[in-house]
């Protein structure tokens, strides 16, 4: 049996092991794979498995693989393969739910500190000798903001929702939640559902998990960038068009986004024209809150496990 990977490296840099993928058939593994038919299709020969990360399996690319049965997505999302040819085709497709709910939700914390407590931007003084020339043991370079008694608004509540909810609790935060489903027995004197007009108004900090739909897109716009807070805090590590960037980097120059740390964009890679990047008070790191390397084995074990199901006519995590 013939197993391609399309996309490898993300997922495995050089420090976890194929080993148990090879041991179900003959691997051939791909870095990565150019995004354009004649690459994906060549990549893929007359492979039964294939695996994707980001790597597009469009209506045009899946009729002409035709050897192809199952495909695995390395990743929770799967939009990246047309799912209506696939289906049309006989194809059973699978993904990984849930393998990152405790790095995101960590580095969620991550971003929304270094916007708060400023240590890379102090560390940074440190080292270009602002502590050694200052004539006081302790300096400026930003306030620091307390998070305890601040209200932090979380839009989407699914696991990654729910951890960060946990963790803003243990920090003696008051969490605002809003999503398309309630949990009224996660409601506590700390936490509470409400609309997203309230969350907007009234959170200190915004933090959003919500999945990217026709409804969420650009749910961070130049209307309700304007009912928030002045100097509202913003950490997006869900989807990047999430948010319509322009009105976020226009608000983020005015001052009236006191900051915003984003994990993703719009367009990844980053494009040198978009505005974020040279926004004041932005952060911004490379889609990395998933790739803790405990994250990144359990996306292999459960990819590898999921084929394993599909061999034995009992497939997993199936999507539609």
């Given at each position: 049996?013939?197993?391609?990977?399309?996309?490898g490296?993300?997922?495995?840099?050089?420090?976890?092991?194929?080993?148990?993928?090879?041991e179900?058939?003959?691997?051939?593994?791909?870095?990565?794979?150019?995004?354009n038919?004649?690459?994906?299709?060549?990549?893929?020969?007359?492979?039964?498995?294939?695996?994707?990360?980001?790597?597009?399996?469009s209506?045009?690319?899946?009729?002409?693989?035709?050897?192809?049965?199952?495909?695995?997505?390395?990743?929770?999302?799967?939009?990246?393969?047309?799912?209506?040819t696939?289906?049309?085709?006989?194809?059973?497709?699978?993904?990984?739910?849930?393998?990152?709910?405790?790095?995101?939700a960590q580095?969620?914390?991550?971003l929304?500190?270094?916007?708060?407590?400023?240590?890379?931007?102090?560390c940074?003084?440190?080292?270009?000798?602002?502590w050694?020339?200052?004539?006081?043991?302790?300096?400026?370079?930003?306030?620091?903001m307390?998070?305890?008694?601040k209200?932090?608004?979380?839009?989407?509540?699914?696991?990654?929702?729910?951890?960060?909810?946990?963790?803003a609790?243990?920090?003696g935060?008051?969490?605002?939640?809003?999503?398309?489903?309630k949990?009224p027995?996660?409601?506590?004197?700390?936490?509470?559902?409400?609309?997203?007009?309230?969350?907007?108004?009234?959170?200190?900090?915004?933090?959003?998990?919500?999945?990217?739909?026709?409804?969420?897109?650009?749910?961070?716009?130049?209307?309700?960038?304007?009912?928030?807070?002045?100097?509202?805090?913003?950490?997006?590590?869900?989807?990047?068009?999430?948010?319509?960037?322009?009105d976020?980097?226009?608000?983020l120059?005015?001052?009236?986004?006191?900051?915003?740390?984003l994990?993703?964009?719009?367009?990844?890679?980053?494009?040198?024209?978009?505005?974020?990047?040279?926004?004041?008070?932005?952060?911004?790191?490379?889609?990395?809150?998933?790739?803790?390397?405990?994250?990144?084995?359990?996306?292999?074990?459960?990819?590898?496990?999921?084929?394993?199901?599909?061999?034995?006519?009992?497939?997993?995590?199936?999507?539609k």
């Open positions: 049996m013939k197993i391609v990977v399309l996309d490296y993300t997922l495995n840099p050089g420090d976890l092991s194929w080993k148990a993928l090879q179900l058939g003959e691997v051939s593994l791909f870095d990565r794979t150019p995004n038919t004649s690459s994906i299709v060549s990549a893929v020969g007359e492979a039964e498995i294939i695996f994707t990360n980001k790597t597009v399996l209506k045009e690319v899946l009729m002409q693989i035709p050897s192809v049965k199952y495909i695995g997505v390395l990743a929770t999302g799967y939009n990246v393969v047309d799912m209506k696939a289906n049309e085709m006989g194809i059973t497709v699978t993904n990984v739910p849930g393998y990152s709910t405790n790095a995101v580095m969620t914390f991550a929304l500190m270094e916007l708060t407590n400023k240590v890379g931007r102090y940074i003084s440190v080292r270009s000798g602002d050694i020339r200052s004539i006081d043991f302790s300096y400026n370079k930003g306030s620091i307390e998070l305890h008694g209200y932090l608004g979380i839009v989407g509540f699914g696991q990654i929702g729910r951890a960060v909810a946990e963790i609790q243990a920090f935060m008051k969490v605002l939640v809003h999503s398309n489903r949990f027995e996660k409601e506590t004197d700390s936490l509470r559902f409400t609309d997203p007009e309230e969350l907007f108004r009234t959170s200190d900090v915004i933090s959003l998990h919500c999945p990217l739909t026709e409804k969420t897109k650009g749910i961070i716009n130049k209307d309700s960038i304007n009912t928030m807070k002045d100097g509202v805090l913003l950490v997006n590590t869900a989807r990047g068009e999430l948010i319509v960037e322009t976020l980097a226009e608000a120059n005015s001052g009236k986004v006191g900051g915003a740390a994990d993703v964009i719009s367009s990844e890679p980053m494009k040198k024209e978009n505005p974020l990047l040279n926004a004041k008070n932005c952060i911004i790191t490379p889609h990395i809150a998933w790739a803790t390397k405990a994250s990144r084995e359990r996306l292999m074990n459960t990819a590898v496990d999921n084929l394993r199901a599909f061999l034995k006519g009992s497939p997993v995590h199936i999507v």
